[in-house]
């Protein structure tokens, strides 16, 4: 299976990852821009190939089109979080509709699987780290993604952040898994997810 990556300096554990540790049988490929140099935001797809008319900022750049891909990762944005008010029906539609424009990983793969007919995963982003943590139980994020899922559209997918990286159940990373500004995960917990994604891909 051949796996293509895309999202920010969040990459850059699932590379690592994939160089020194991992023993699996899927290929992945990987495109990182830094969210200095905007991230996701800008990019579009162009002859079935992922395009940014500034190149500045690319690393690993997509070297095939897209067709060639059996499936596809983005990493590094925020999670949506549900609407604090009581929307209706429409004004939820309306939201739903805005966020696949504003969210580069959710208008992206939702042009991919479009295009392609292929799975595309979101990987939530990793949980803070440190005392300051904000901290939920782990339970909230399985509802929060079993919400994200009940309405994206056909083969667009959340998988939900591993439990065995979480602390103590809660929605905070083990200190183990994280790099030391707290914000990164570092190549174990990319070697974890790169695991994951292999059982849910079938890779």
Same mark, same amino acid.
């Given at each position: 299976?051949?796996?293509?990556?895309?999202?920010?300096?969040?990459?850059?554990?699932?590379?690592?990852?994939?160089?020194?540790?991992?023993?699996?049988?899927? &290929?992945?490929?990987?495109?990182?821009? @830094?969210?200095?140099?905007?991230?996701?935001?800008?990019?579009?797809?162009?002859? @079935?190939?992922?395009? &940014?008319?500034?190149?500045? /900022?690319?690393?690993?750049?997509?070297?095939?089109?897209?067709?060639?891909?059996?499936?596809?990762?983005?990493?590094? #944005? $925020?999670? +949506?979080? +549900?609407?604090?008010?009581?929307?209706?029906?429409?004004?939820?539609?309306? $939201?739903?509709?805005?966020?696949?424009?504003? &969210?580069?990983?959710?208008?992206?793969?939702?042009?991919?699987?479009?295009?392609?007919?292929?799975?595309?995963?979101?990987?939530?982003?990793?949980?803070?780290? @440190?005392?300051?943590?904000?901290?939920?139980?782990?339970?909230?994020?399985?509802?929060?993604?079993? $919400?994200? #899922?009940? $309405?994206?559209?056909?083969?667009?997918?959340?998988?939900?952040?591993?439990?065995?990286?979480?602390?103590?159940?809660?929605?905070?990373?083990?200190?183990?898994?994280?790099?030391?500004? /707290?914000? &990164?995960?570092?190549?174990?917990?990319?070697?974890?997810?790169?695991?994951?994604?292999?059982?849910?891909? @079938?890779?």
């Amino acid at each position: 299976m051949k796996i293509l990556v895309l999202g920010n300096s969040h990459v850059a554990s699932l590379r690592l990852a994939y160089r020194d540790k991992y023993q699996g049988n899927s &290929h992945y490929e990987f495109i990182a821009r @830094g969210q200095g140099a905007g991230g996701l935001k800008g990019v579009e797809i162009r002859d @079935g190939k992922p395009f &940014h008319r500034e190149q500045d /900022g690319f690393q690993s750049w997509c070297p095939d089109l897209l067709s060639a891909y059996d499936a596809f990762v983005f990493t590094g #944005n $925020w999670t +949506p979080m +549900p609407p604090k008010l009581t929307y209706s029906s429409a004004l939820l539609d309306i $939201w739903k509709a805005e966020l696949f424009t504003s &969210h580069d990983s959710l208008r992206l793969s939702r042009e991919v699987a479009r295009q392609t007919r292929k799975t595309c995963l979101i990987l939530p982003r990793p949980f803070a780290g @440190g005392q300051s943590a904000k901290s939920e139980s782990y339970a909230t994020h399985e509802a929060h993604i079993k $919400w994200l #899922n009940s $309405w994206l559209e056909d083969g667009v997918t959340y998988p939900k952040i591993p439990k065995e990286t979480v602390l103590d159940g809660k929605t905070q990373t083990k200190p183990e898994y994280l790099e030391e500004d /707290g914000t &990164h995960i570092n190549e174990l917990f990319g070697a974890i997810w790169l695991r994951e994604l292999d059982k849910i891909l @079938g890779g």
